[in-house]
């Protein structure tokens, strides 16, 4: 005789319309799970709410919310200026690597309009792009050096800005090679070491190589 059913716990039988209706109710509660999950509650992007006042489903930031990594404590580093006034010094240190990074990136960044000197004799502009103004005249070596990071940070005229270009910390090293390269034309000569001076003087005694322009 073949038993009506599925073995029991005991070495019993359960009876095969227990067993179905235990199968059944399995099944339904397994599908009720998945249909839970194919409908459950949320909001769709745009889609109105009728839940929030304003019936919009997306919620506005708290305010003064910052992304995690983009918190911005020191100002003037991030800005270029202190309160209105730009910045007089770059707010690193300034030494010989900074300056090495900063002559890097002005000419992959800056050079194919302003020239690798900064006379505004780049090669965009050798081909009818418009010249910016030389970084050597008057009113750019007086100008602080807060200024430059300022334009590559907003753009001026009809340079764009490069904040999404070029890192903070490399947008200063490029405005610290701007001012090695004004002072680089008019630094005077007692800045010179006086045993070097000599050297100097040979130097400009010396005829330029051939090609050459002085």
Not at 42 to 51: C, E, H, I
Not at 162 to 189: D, F, H, M, N
Request: glycine fraction near 12%.
């Amino acid at each position: 005789m073949i038993p009506l059913g599925l073995p029991g716990p005991r070495g019993g039988t359960i009876p095969l319309g227990r067993t179905l209706i235990g199968l059944a109710l399995v099944a339904v509660t397994s599908a009720a799970c998945r249909q839970d999950m194919h409908d459950q509650p949320k909001m769709k992007p745009l889609r109105g709410s009728g839940f929030f006042a304003d019936r919009r489903s997306a919620r506005p930031l708290v305010p003064g919310t910052v992304a995690r990594g983009t918190l911005r404590e020191d100002n003037a580093y991030y800005t270029g200026r202190a309160g209105n006034e730009f910045l007089a010094s770059v707010p690193l240190p300034l030494d010989g690597a900074l300056l090495a990074r900063g002559r890097e990136q002005f000419e992959v960044f800056c050079s194919p309009c302003h020239g690798r000197t900064g006379r505004g004799d780049g090669m965009v502009v050798q081909r009818g792009f418009k010249k910016p103004p030389s970084y050597h005249i008057e009113r750019l070596r007086q100008a602080p050096v807060g200024y430059f990071y300022d334009v590559m940070t907003n753009g001026f005229g009809a340079m764009s800005d490069y904040a999404g270009q070029i890192p903070v910390k490399e947008r200063w090293a490029i405005a610290a090679y701007v001012r090695a390269l004004q002072l680089s034309q008019y630094a005077p000569v007692t800045d010179v070491p006086a045993e070097r001076r000599a050297d100097l003087d040979r130097s400009l005694a010396a005829p330029p190589p051939e090609g050459s322009h002085r």
